[in-house]
């Protein structure tokens, strides 16, 4: 960015008639700011890219950002900026940062600071904030205890820590905590608010601004390890296996296969045990298939082996057939999952790095001769569905345009797949088939709207790769950052499914007996919305169509706005089970 500060001169009737200008000491590229030290001691905590919404409140911060190696993408809101953060640390394993301003900036990025927090992600919020002295004397956009929530101003549920420095010794104890966070094991969000009067401020000598740390992952005790293979003894027992066990892939493999283990994986964890793998059972919870159901029914383990899931209710949809009959062994780096789910049912937590913990029951049962005295049960035969041909009128319906893109997209090419909340996350969890871990990113728990219409652009330019979007069409005019992929090149292809309604809405409230509210919109053409803004797109009318569309989409070197007309009148594959997880709930709010 240009770091000059520019003033216009005008005529006395105030027409501009020359440009002066002034470089304040902060703007200078090698000015020793605090500003630009506060991005430096980042960089060599691994953060490679910054995203956000640059506004007056944080001049000094941005003109030390641009003087960094630390890459900035200015985005057009400060949500989609939050939400391409923490798709950017998903995607490259490098903790990323927001900057935003004083205000509303802050307040626009809190929902994605929400979504870091529950998917575990890492992220820093860099806001600016109102000086302790200009505080309660009508500030421009006050930022502070005063005006604003808690949560914004020190740690609770959003942040995990909270810092205001307003002096440099008070920011390189900050930094220092905020480093610390940024490298250890699990998720880490924080915000560090900023006034004015500190960010611009040039340091006398250089000084280091937090140190960097090198955490080692919790490792499993021999007797937690030992318990474990005797609990999995049980010919019944299955192992399931959430987003937090991603790393262990090849650990996992290696024990299930020589145990033979069935395993189950949550919806966020599609593809770190092969979906095409005879020992794979299905995807649990939200558009997962009857398969776990059938399989808990036929079979009631008496003991499951959790790793690196809460088993909440996207994941488990908290249905009392899917918990062991005597008692789990749950693996997580956060004790506080251990019987969050299913409080009633007993168990051992262990707290261990999950690679760590199925690198440790492969060596002891090798050693111990375990694998050759566990008795497996026969697992059932897994039978592929016929593919669906096209049909030559109407809409498309949702489960052809799946089957296409798990042909054209997750079979034959490398890109990553996002889904969005709503009916995107349902039929992509249900129909999409993945055999490694980092293929596809969802949300669960969260689950906003607007998290991946703009959070597949962070992935796309930090993972320098082609990310392919699903996404509904509410989603999509709710927020999406099309023009920010324009002018960065993004590699993003969105495909939207575009039935003209909120369709998860819509059904639900079908299903559960209501009277649709308002669930209708005017359809979009998001082919026009797109090139209105520098970005070609293509639409899809009918299925006979949709192969040759996802081809051009995907030789386009760019990004791409495919827009399906879906059929809305076929329901969401999960419509029954969420239906009956809702039932349960008011059951129970009205008891």
């Given at each position: 960015m240009d770091t000059r500060v520019v003033r216009q001169v005008e005529d006395g009737d105030g027409d501009v008639v020359g440009w002066g200008e002034r470089r304040a000491a902060w703007a200078a590229a090698d000015a020793p700011s605090v500003a630009r030290s506060i991005f430096l001691?980042?960089?060599?905590?691994?953060?490679?890219?910054?995203?956000?919404?640059?506004?007056?409140?944080?001049?000094?911060?941005?003109a030390g950002l641009a003087n960094t190696p630390i890459r900035f993408y200015h985005f057009r809101h400060e949500a989609g900026a939050g939400f391409s953060a923490i798709e950017s640390w998903f995607a490259t394993g490098r903790p990323a940062v927001v900057a935003v301003t004083t205000g509303p900036g802050l307040f626009n990025v809190l929902n994605a600071a929400m979504a870091a927090r529950v998917d575990g992600a890492k992220l820093l919020v860099v806001s600016g904030f109102t000086s302790r002295s200009q505080q309660g004397r009508g500030a421009v956009q006050e930022t502070s205890a005063a005006s604003?929530?808690?949560?914004v101003t020190r740690a609770g549920s959003i942040f995990h820590d909270v810092f205001v420095p307003e002096s440099e010794d008070e920011l390189a104890g900050a930094l220092g905590r905020i480093v610390r966070g940024l490298t250890a094991p699990g998720g880490y969000v924080a915000h560090l608010g900023l006034p004015l009067s500190l960010q611009g401020k040039l340091l006398p000598t250089p000084r280091p601004l937090g140190a960097a740390w090198r955490f080692d992952p919790p490792a499993p005790t021999r007797g937690a390890v030992d318990a474990c293979l005797d609990a999995l003894r049980d010919p019944g027992a299955?192992?399931?296996?959430?987003?937090?066990?991603?790393?262990?892939?090849?650990?996992?493999?290696?024990?299930?296969?020589?145990?033979?283990?069935?395993?189950?994986?949550?919806?966020?964890?599609?593809?770190l045990f092969p979906e095409s793998h005879p020992l794979f059972i299905g995807v649990?919870?939200?558009?997962?298939?009857?398969?776990?159901?059938?399989?808990?029914?036929?079979?009631?383990?008496?003991?499951?082996?959790?790793?690196?899931?809460?088993?909440?209710?996207?994941t488990s949809f908290l249905a009392p057939g899917l918990a062991p009959s005597e008692r789990w062994t749950h693996v997580d780096i956060d004790p506080a999952a251990f019987g969050a789910a299913y409080p009633e049912v007993p168990g051992?937590?262990?707290?261990?790095?999950?690679?760590q913990f199925f690198a440790a029951l492969h060596a002891r049962a090798g050693e111990t001769g375990w694998y050759a005295r566990r008795e497996p049960i026969a697992l059932p035969e897994r039978h592929a569905e016929p593919p669906l041909p096209p049909r030559s009128r109407g809409d498309v319906r949702p489960s052809y345009l799946l089957q296409a893109i798990q042909a054209r997209i997750v079979d034959a090419t490398d890109a990553l797949v996002m889904s969005e909340a709503g009916n995107a996350f349902t039929w992509c969890n249900a129909r999409l088939r993945f055999d490694r871990p980092g293929r596809y990113r969802t949300s669960a728990a969260w689950g906003s709207m607007g998290h991946f219409t703009t959070g597949c652009?962070?992935?796309?330019?930090?993972?320098?790769?082609?990310?392919?979007?699903?996404?509904?069409?509410?989603?999509?005019?709710?927020?999406?950052?099309?023009?920010?992929?324009?002018?960065?090149?993004?590699?993003?292809?969105?495909?939207?499914?575009?039935?003209?309604?909120?369709?998860?809405?819509?059904?639900g409230m079908l299903a559960l007996g209501m009277?649709?509210?308002?669930?209708?919109?005017?359809?979009?053409?998001?082919?026009?919305?797109?090139?209105?803004?520098?970005?070609?797109?293509?639409?899809?009318?009918?299925?006979?169509?949709?192969?040759?569309?996802?081809?051009?989409?995907l030789a386009h070197d760019g990004p791409f706005v495919l827009d399906v007309r879906i059929d809305p009148t076929v329901p969401s594959p999960i419509l029954a089970a969420r239906t009956r997880s809702l039932e349960s709930q008011t059951s129970k709010g009205a008891a």
């Open positions: 001691a980042l960089h060599a905590a691994g953060v490679r890219e910054a995203f956000g919404v640059i506004g007056g409140g944080i001049a000094p911060l941005a604003m929530p808690a949560d299955a192992i399931w296996v959430g987003h937090g066990a991603l790393a262990a892939r090849d650990d996992l493999l290696r024990f299930a296969e020589a145990a033979h283990l069935p395993v189950i994986t949550s919806p966020r964890a599609k593809g649990s919870g939200a558009g997962g298939g009857a398969e776990v159901q059938q399989w808990f029914r036929a079979r009631r383990p008496r003991h499951v082996l959790v790793v690196g899931t809460r088993l909440g209710e996207v051992r937590g262990i707290v261990a790095d999950a690679a652009v962070g992935a796309a330019l930090a993972g320098d790769r082609r990310v392919v979007a699903v996404v509904g069409d509410g989603a999509m005019l709710m927020n999406n950052e099309i023009n920010t992929a324009a002018q960065y090149g993004a590699r993003v292809l969105w495909i939207v499914l575009n039935d003209a309604q909120l369709g998860l809405n819509h059904h009277r649709p509210l308002e669930t209708q919109m005017p359809r979009t053409d998001f082919v026009a919305f797109a090139r209105s803004q520098g970005v070609d797109g293509l639409a899809v009318l009918a299925e006979p169509e949709l192969d040759a569309a996802l081809d051009r989409a």
